[in-house]
């Protein structure tokens, strides 16, 4: 039986049971993933990082918890204490819903039952991911704006445009996914990449989504939303207490959550890397989690060390590379995937496909070539003074008169 049978089999015991294991691994992981920042941060900038709570410092994350429980819980005065409340708890439980069609193992034995560690399986389960990671950002705006504090708000509407932005490059990265896999369901893409990885086939695809994911997550270099040197803290400036460390959590749950999707659209999901696939029966088939759990760390490692080497970018920077290269580049890259799967499943010759493809990467080239030719003249003429006719009227600078100059 595949995955959506033996799921569809499960009886409400089993459901309760992978609900609780899923929230459990999301909290362990949490724990470990603050843990394992702070480390490769200090490793990386040279400092010694959390090392007396627990061996190795492998406590502070809980202890850090329990001091955030214990502070004293502050609302403001200018607040909208409903929504104040209500929007840490929006952000912390859509995150937690996103892993409800993220396929974590192999067919396994649960209690002497047959399943496989995944809630459910919907036709459209990415389009369901892509909506709750929509709804989640409702939590953000509420808070800047129930806060009645200017630097919230601010943060709140960056929060909103940046994910606008960013989700619309991502949702394309995955139509490109769709198209070679045939189907929306996370069990069928996984199954699609019994062969090759979708990161190997659809390599643009994956470049897109891995940058949209980090803008989608508000991470360093793309956490315009709590830039703290110019928000103070972002949206989250006026909590304190369980309402900030529901924030806490929701940030790195979400970050889990795009790293599972991404290995489950990209790398292959449960699957062991290639030659390795008898290891996938190892611990009656359990031992495929531990793969599945390898690549979302890759990915985690990828988020840190963004954070520890690059510096965080301007707002209109951001904006500006999503709009106008992340769209139009996943836009051309939908055409030619289309073209390319029509021309494969007519069974067009090969010489055929091979200077289609050619030919694109030629058209690449010449129109980057072109991009990178004017930057460099404007960068000439900047250096030379010779600056460009703006391309809107800019009032006359008034001769100063002769009485300002001698008074």
């Known amino acids: 039986m595949n995955a959506a049978q033996l799921i569809a089999n499960d009886p409400g015991w089993v459901i ?18 603050v843990w394992g920042e702070r480390r ?3 490793f990386m900038q040279m400092r010694v990082g959390p090392n007396r709570v627990g061996k190795f410092g492998l406590l502070q994350s809980l202890a850090d918890g329990v001091k955030l429980a214990l502070k ?4 403001p005065k200018a607040a909208d204490r409903i929504v104040f409340v209500i929007a840490p708890i929006i952000s912390a ?6 892993f409800a069609v993220i396929p974590m193992t192999g067919k396994v034995s649960l209690f002497g039952h047959q399943t496989v560690m995944q809630l459910t399986d919907l036709p459209v389960g990415v389009l369901y991911v892509l909506a709750i990671a929509s709804v989640g950002v409702y939590g953000i705006v509420l ?26 490059a991502m ?6 996914v769709f198209i070679y896999a045939g189907s929306m369901s996370t069990s069928d893409i996984v ?17 897109i989504y891995a940058i949209s994911m980090v803008g989608e997550t508000n991470r360093a270099p793309f956490d315009l939303a709590e830039a703290e040197g110019e928000l103070v803290g972002g949206f989250h400036t006026e909590y304190s207490s369980l309402k900030f460390a529901l924030f806490f959590l929701a940030e790195y749950v979400n970050i889990v959550a795009v790293s599972s999707l991404a290995t489950t659209l990209f790398l292959g999901g449960y699957h062991a890397l290639p030659g390795l696939g008898f290891t996938e029966t190892w611990l009656g088939g359990w031992f495929t989690m531990v793969w599945y759990l390898l690549k979302v760390i890759f990915f985690f490692f990828i988020f840190v060390w963004l954070r520890g ?6 707002y209109d920077q951001f904006m500006q590379f999503g709009w106008k290269v992340l769209i139009p580049v996943s836009l051309l890259w939908i055409m030619v995937v289309s073209t390319l799967r029509i021309m494969s499943q007519r069974n067009t010759g090969r010489p055929i496909i091979m200077g289609f493809t050619v030919g694109v990467v030629l058209i690449v080239l010449a129109v980057t070539s072109l991009f990178d030719s004017a930057k460099r003249r404007r960068r000439e003429a900047d250096a030379l003074g010779e600056l460009p006719e703006p391309s809107f009227p800019v009032p006359a600078i008034p001769e100063p008169r002769v009485e300002q100059l001698n008074g």
């Not at 439980?93 to 996103?98: I, V, Y």
């Not at 949702?171 to 490109?176: F, T």
């Not at 990449?193 to 190997?200: D, L, P, S, Y």
């Open 16 to 33: 309760l049971v992978k609900g609780l294991l899923v929230f459990v691994l999301c909290v362990v992981l949490t724990l470990m993933s």
């Open 40 to 42: 490769l941060v200090s």
């Open 72 to 75: 004293e819980d502050l609302i």
């Open 93 to 98: 439980t859509t995150c937690f819903m996103a």
């Open 143 to 168: 808070a800047g704006w129930s806060s009645g504090s200017t630097y919230p708000l601010l943060g709140g509407l960056r929060s909103s445009a940046q994910v606008i932005s960013y989700e619309v």
């Open 171 to 176: 949702g394309l990265s995955l139509v490109a």
């Open 191 to 207: 199954a699609a990449q019994n062969h090759w990885w979708f990161a190997v086939v659809l390599f643009p695809s994956f470049v």
């Open 309 to 314: 080497t690059l510096p965080r970018m301007r």
